[in-house]
């Protein structure tokens, strides 16, 4: 699928399910050229930053090896964190003037018998953002199942709003055994975005969302980027794009959140 092919059905599809998959984006030689890039960053053993610092354990290694703006050191996975189709599409998606990005990250889970799940969770509770609105992609680097940990999605769950964050290292974690032990019963199933290495799926910064441990013998990699609307600001707390130059109660800007997407 192509940004021409996201129109006002998929943006209505976003806003009612709070996620879109949207297959075979990127070629074969255009993946394999950010799976190199990010095997590169492996082995530059590139510094890790984790969620605020809190998640930097062991346990949290065996979930996913996560490392954030890659796109200021290697070019190549610059070209996809600051791609203007996927920006286009994040900027229709949360129907918006312009978007910037907060950060990029690879997201590689390890294979094997000790690999972890990634707990049901939302993103927006670890975000440093006032308003809620903005949303990540997520582009498989590899083929992508309940094998190896592709993302699931409970459709309609970004309806929730934003709720307590749930610690992705801590067995049994869950967003949506907490929303259950306060009355509310989510009884939709979720959906399970397997798909080939090039696809890229969207969803909403509060989407409930999970992937399985990764059961394969080869790490399980992806490129997640995160996009923030002109309406959303900065609440004055720890950033992991570097809230240096932000102030408090104004939109994201500067040299680490530039413009990618305009209307
Ligand atoms: O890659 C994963 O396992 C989870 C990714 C995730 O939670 C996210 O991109 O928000």
Redesign the pocket.
């Known amino acids: 699928m192509k940004l021409s092919d996201v129109g006002e059905h998929e943006v209505a599809f976003f806003q009612e399910n709070g996620y879109l998959q949207l297959t075979e984006f990127y070629s074969k030689e255009e993946i394999e050229e950010l799976g190199r890039a990010l095997d590169q960053t492996v082995a530059d053993k590139r510094a890790r930053v984790l969620g605020g610092g809190h998640e930097g354990s062991e346990d949290y290694a065996l979930v996913?090896n996560q490392m954030v703006n890659l796109w200021e050191d290697y070019g190549v996975v610059r070209k996809f964190s600051f791609d203007p189709r996927l920006a286009e599409i994040a900027r229709r998606l949360s129907r918006c003037k312009h978007v910037v990005i907060y950060h990029d990250h690879a997201?590689i889970?390890p294979g094997g018998e000790k690999s972890r799940a990634?707990n049901w969770?939302q993103?927006a509770p670890y975000w440093p953002m006032e308003q809620i609105g903005a949303l990540?992609a997520?582009i498989a680097v590899d083929d992508v199942s309940v094998e190896n940990?592709c993302?699931q999605f409970i459709p309609g769950s970004h309806t929730f709003g934003k709720l307590e964050p749930v610690p992705l290292a801590t067995e049994g974690a869950s967003v949506l055994k907490n929303i259950t032990a306060t009355g509310v019963k989510v009884d939709v199933p979720p959906v399970v975005m397997d798909m080939k290495a090039g696809g890229v799926t969207f969803?909403h910064g509060c989407t409930f969302?999970y992937?399985t441990s990764n059961m394969t013998d080869r790490p399980r990699r992806?490129l997640?980027i995160i996009y923030i609307p002109e309406y959303v600001a900065y609440n004055g707390r720890w950033d992991a794009g570097g809230a240096k130059d932000m102030v408090a109660g104004h939109p994201f800007g500067g040299p680490k959140h530039p413009i990618l997407a305009m209307g």
């Open positions: 996913f997201l889970k990634t969770h993103d990540s997520w940990g993302m969803h969302h992937a992806a997640a």
